[in-house]
């Protein structure tokens, strides 16, 4: 199995992990399984503490169906993000209900920038 992302819920504030669970990886295999084209993924939830010892790398693998199957090391940073509804942008819209949901800066922020007029958005 192939490593494709570890992530720690110390690393992921807002995020829910199982009860006894703070770790949480995505593995997958790039070997070829018949009737089903393309790396198998697996989820595996685990308590850091349990890792007796934690390995410096990846093992190798043993067999690559095709190399482009085989992730590329990367980092992420998450971060936290307030997801806001749609901005309506006329009071006779279905969504009129949603006017002042958003912090009134930001609404006539994203309303100007809608409407083509921000020159300067900083």
Request: include cysteine; glycine fraction near 6%.
């Amino acid at each position: 199995m192939a490593p494709v992302l570890q992530l720690f819920a110390r690393d992921a504030p807002g995020v829910e992990f199982p009860d006894g669970t703070d770790v949480v990886q995505v593995l997958w295999c790039p070997a070829w399984h018949s009737g089903r084209p393309g790396p198998r993924p697996a989820v595996v939830r685990r308590a850091a503490a349990d890792v007796a010892t934690p390995l410096d790398a990846a093992p190798r693998l043993n067999h690559v169906y095709k190399d482009r199957w085989v992730p590329r090391p990367c980092v992420v940073h998450p971060e936290e993000l307030v997801e806001y509804p749609p901005v309506c942008t006329l009071e006779g819209d279905p969504g009129a209900h949603l006017l002042g949901v958003l912090p009134a800066k930001l609404e006539t922020r994203i309303r100007r920038w809608d409407s083509g007029l921000a020159d300067d958005l900083s």
